[in-house]
């Protein structure tokens, strides 16, 4: 019952940008803090960015500090991730979580995933 789904990935060349959103549904999600993580080919899932479950507190990864953005819009069950500036070191599955009340450091520690969408910045 519980689902997020993520979409807007694709293609894009160094330096453009790309606004990806992650859909929540089956839960209040206003009692949830979201994550956005990513997934390279042969690295670790890693921590992009994270918001707070009223959005007054935001946290980024230090490679994407400037670059991307995340926000969130409770009534609409909606979680976004504007990237700006994109290198190919960006490119990876970029997926969803969400996690009761709080942020957390560890991929494990977040017990609701996305399927995740695919970006991939090339030239």
């Known amino acids: 019952q519980l689902q997020l789904v993520e979409s807007g990935g694709g293609l894009v060349q160094p330096g453009g940008s790309l606004r990806l959103s992650c859909a929540a549904s089956?839960?209040?999600?206003?009692?949830?803090?979201i994550g956005w993580f990513r997934q390279a080919p042969g690295r670790e899932r890693e921590g992009v960015s994270c918001i707070s479950r009223s959005g007054a507190s935001t946290n980024y990864a230090d490679s994407v500090k400037g670059r991307f953005t995340i926000s969130r819009d409770n009534a609409k069950k909606t979680v976004y991730l504007q990237m700006n500036s994109l290198k190919p070191d960006d490119t990876a599955v970029y997926y969803c979580?969400?996690?009761?009340?709080?942020?957390?450091?560890?991929?494990?520690?977040?017990?609701?995933w996305g399927q995740g969408t695919q970006v991939t910045v090339s030239s």
């Open positions: 979580a969400a996690r009761f009340l709080i942020c957390a450091n560890n991929p494990g520690n977040w017990p609701y």
């Open positions: 089956g839960f209040t999600l206003d009692s949830y803090a």
